[in-house]
C-alpha cells in the first residue's frame, strides 16, 4: 500500500486549504483513512478520519465545525478540507490507512502512512 498525501502550502489565518491522499496498492475500500498532525516539539495527533464507505466520519474536537474528511472511492483518493485556520494548525499532515472498524484514533493501529505535507498558516 502506499498513500500519497499533497497539497500543503502557506495560508493566512482564516484562509483555507485542501489536503489530498492517493492510495495505492490495495482495494481502496478495505481501509479506513485518517488525517494526522504533527507540530515541531509535539507528538502526533488525530485530526479526522473516514470510514470504508465515507458514511461515518471521526474529528478531533480542535478541528470540528472547520475541517471536512471525505473520499471518493472510485479516484481512491481521501480529501481534508480545512477552513477557518487558525496559526496552531500549522503542522505536517500525514494521512494513513487502517483495516480496522470503527472509531480509530491510536497511531499505533495504522498500517500504511503517507510522507506528509506541511500547512503552514500565518497570523
Known amino acids: 500500500v502506499q498513500l500519497q498525501a499533497s497539497g500543503g502550502g502557506l495560508v493566512q489565518a482564516g484562509g483555507s486549504l485542501r489536503l489530498s491522499c492517493a492510495f495505492s496498492?490495495?482495494?481502496?475500500?478495505?481501509?479506513?483513512i485518517a488525517w494526522f498532525r504533527q507540530a515541531p516539539g509535539k507528538e502526533r495527533e488525530f485530526v479526522a478520519s473516514i470510514n470504508w464507505s465515507g458514511g461515518s466520519t471521526y474529528y478531533a474536537d480542535s478541528v470540528k465545525g472547520r475541517f471536512t474528511i471525505s473520499r471518493d472511492n472510485a479516484k481512491n483518493t481521501v480529501y481534508l478540507q480545512m477552513n477557518s485556520l487558525k496559526p496552531e494548525d500549522t503542522a505536517v499532515y500525514y494521512c494513513a490507512g487502517t483495516v480496522y472498524r470503527g472509531e480509530v484514533r491510536n497511531t499505533l493501529l495504522y498500517n500504511y502512512w503517507g510522507q506528509g505535507t506541511l500547512v503552514t498558516v500565518s497570523s
Open positions: 496498492g490495495r482495494t481502496f475500500s478495505d481501509y479506513a
